[in-house]
């Protein structure tokens, strides 16, 4: 009997310690924190100082920088996502009416893509961006139109449209068709527009 009272004891006291351990009441102050730095954190701005709480005392030197900053810059020759390389035509202020003056791809015409890569990469977007609504050839059957959800997609036959009058459409958009211009860069809105064309033709 006075073995197992003494064994009860024991575990009490010991449960008691470690609850006792375990509870602190000051919950402002808690007693161990793991990460400190994660803990008490402080919000600072991007490409300041980062040495926020001894800005006085202590002086931090960033690698490969001159300036002591809590961000780092872009690497030298990163572009914005926006940002087109070749600067293939102007649509900026000009409207509709006038893109339909364009009737030649910029990429075939500076020879940066064969007409074979063009149809083969504009096919594939196409298929991705275009096809749930304009439907697989261009005849405005896509499945969305066959589940009566969208309604009045034309046949690209029945459409008085040139590339660059396409290219506009897809980069800001008309009637129901919203721009794609943020799924699609400018290269890949020329492949769309040069497959559309085939399309029409075919």
Known sequence: MNKYF???ITLNIISSVFFLESCWFDKTKPNVVY???MYYSEAYEPYSDPDFNNQNNKKI????????TSS???VKG?????????????FENKGLNDSKGIIKN??????????EDLIKEGKKLYQINCSICHGKNGDGQGELVKNEKILGVPNYKDRDMTIG????VITYGKNNMSSYASQLNEIDRWRVSEYVMFLKKK
């Open 165 to 168: 009058s396409i290219y506009y």
């Open 35 to 37: 990460m400190p730095d």
């Open 6 to 8: 003494y064994k009860f």
């Open 72 to 74: 780092l810059f872009p």
């Open 78 to 90: 990163t572009i914005a996502r926006n940002y087109s390389f070749y600067n293939l035509t102007d």
């Open 61 to 68: 030197k960033i690698p490969l920088f001159k300036e002591k």
């Open 106 to 115: 910029p990429l075939k015409n500076n020879h940066l893509e064969k007409m």
